[in-house]
C-alpha cells in the first residue's frame, strides 16, 4: 500500500516544447512527499514537444507520455489521460504555467475541507487578452442553458477516482467537454480562489473562433435549448401571422384596400429566413447523430511510454 498513487495529474501538451521542462520539475517539488503520477497527453503538437516529452520521460519515472495522431482538441486529449490515471484523486492543469503547480495544494485542502467530488480552482484575475476574456466568459456564461450547468469551472481542476471511472466506462461520444459531463454525474463540487499567471511563451491554442465553435458544440450536443428555442419562435410567430392574416382579411373586405407588395415579399423573406435557420439547426442536430452512430473513436494514440 505504501506505493499506491495518491495523485493523477494530467496534462494536455500543445507545442509548448519550452514549458514542459519547468512544468515538470515544479510539479515533482510539489508533491516532493506524495506518491504521484503525471501523465503528459502530446496533442498532435507542432514543435519539439514530443522531444522534450522523451526527454523528461528518462529523468522522471513517474511519467507517462502518450502520443495521439493528431490534434484532436484539449478535452478530449483530457479524457485521454483520465483512463490511464490510477490515483485516488486526479489534477487537470494546463501545459502553459498559467496554472501555478504550487496552487496545486490548494485544491488539495479544499478537497479534505469539503469532501467535494470536484474542486476547481477559480482565477482572481485571468491573464489573457481582452478578447480572449470576453470569449471564455461569453463561452462559460452562456453555457448554462447547457441542461443546467453552472458555468463555474475552469481547466485546473481536481476530481475524486469514482467520477473519473464513471466517466471512462460510460462516454463514448465524439466530442467531450469534461465540465458538463462532471455536472451529470454530481452536484458534489466546490471552488477555490487561484492565482493565474502570463503565459511566458507561445500563443494560447484557443482563439475567439475556436471559442465560439466550442460554445456552439457545447449547446448542441449537451442541450435541446434550440429545439426549444425553435418551438417558441414557432409558436410565437404563428401567433403574429394569424393576427395579421386576419387584419388583412379585414382591411380587404372592410375597405377594399389591396395587399402591399412590400408586406408580402418582408413577410416571405422573414419566414423563410426562420425557416432555413430552424432547418439548419436540426442538420446539426442529425449530423450529430450521424457522427454517434458511425462510432468514430473520439482520439487516436500513436504511441505510448510508461
Same mark, same amino acid.
Given at each position: /500500500?505504501e ?5 493523477? $495529474? ?6 509548448? %516544447? ?6 515538470c520539475?515544479?510539479?515533482s ?12 497527453? &502530446?496533442d498532435?503538437s ?5 522531444? =522534450? #516529452? +522523451? ?6 519515472s ?19 489521460g483520465?483512463s ?6 486526479? #489534477?487537470?492543469i &494546463? ?10 495544494a490548494?485544491?488539495? !485542502?479544499?478537497?479534505k475541507?469539503?469532501g !467535494? &467530488? ?11 487578452s ?13 453555457s #448554462?442553458? !447547457?441542461?443546467?450547468?453552472s ?30 459531463i462532471f ?5 458534489? /463540487? !466546490?471552488?477555490?480562489?487561484?492565482d493565474? +499567471? ?12 475556436? *471559442? ?8 448542441v450536443?449537451?442541450?435541446a ?6 418551438t ?6 404563428s401567433l403574429?401571422?394569424? =393576427? ?13 384596400v389591396?395587399?402591399?407588395?412590400? %408586406?408580402?415579399?418582408?413577410? #416571405? ?10 432547418l439548419? $439547426?436540426?442538420?446539426?442536430? *442529425? ?20
Open positions: /500500500m506505493n499506491k498513487i495518491k495523485y493523477s $495529474i494530467v496534462v494536455p501538451v500543445y507545442n509548448s %516544447s519550452k514549458s514542459l521542462s519547468e512544468l520539475e515544479r510539479i517539488k510539489a508533491f516532493s512527499n506524495l506518491n504521484y503520477e503525471l501523465i503528459l497527453v &502530446d498532435g507542432h514543435d519539439d514537444s514530443w522531444k =522534450v #516529452i +522523451h526527454e523528461l520521460k528518462q529523468k522522471y513517474s511519467i507517462i507520455a502518450i502520443q495521439l495522431s493528431k490534434n484532436f482538441g484539449q478535452h478530449p486529449a483530457l479524457f485521454c483520465l490511464y490515471c490510477s490515483g485516488d484523486f486526479v #489534477i487537470t &494546463d501545459d502553459d504555467l498559467q496554472h501555478p503547480p504550487e496552487e496545486i490548494k485544491l488539495i !485542502a479544499k478537497q475541507e469539503t !467535494a &467530488d470536484v474542486v476547481y480552482g477559480i482565477y482572481k484575475s485571468k491573464q489573457h481582452v478578447l480572449r476574456n470576453s470569449g471564455s466568459f461569453f463561452v462559460r456564461k452562456t #448554462i442553458i !447547457a441542461e443546467g450547468y458555468g463555474t469551472g475552469s481547466s485546473f481542476r481536481l476530481i475524486k477516482k469514482e467520477i473519473i471511472e464513471k466517466i471512462v466506462a460510460n462516454n463514448r461520444q465524439n466530442f467531450f467537454y469534461l465540465d458538463e455536472y451529470w454525474y454530481t452536484s458534489s /463540487m !466546490a471552488h477555490i480562489e487561484v493565474h +499567471h502570463l503565459r511566458k511563451d507561445g500563443k494560447s491554442g484557443y482563439n475567439l473562433s475556436k *471559442l465560439m465553435n466550442l460554445y456552439f458544440n457545447i449547446v450536443n449537451y442541450s435549448s434550440p429545439l426549444r428555442v425553435m417558441r419562435l414557432g409558436v410565437f410567430f403574429i401571422s394569424f =393576427v395579421m392574416a386576419v387584419r388583412f382579411i379585414f382591411r380587404k373586405l372592410a375597405y377594399q389591396p395587399l402591399g407588395y412590400t %408586406s408580402i415579399i418582408v413577410t #416571405i423573406l422573414f419566414t423563410g429566413s426562420i425557416i432555413m435557420l430552424c439548419g $439547426i436540426i442538420g446539426q442536430y *442529425l449530423y450529430k447523430i450521424y457522427q454517434a452512430n458511425q462510432n468514430k473513436p473520439p482520439y487516436f494514440i500513436r504511441e505510448v511510454l510508461k
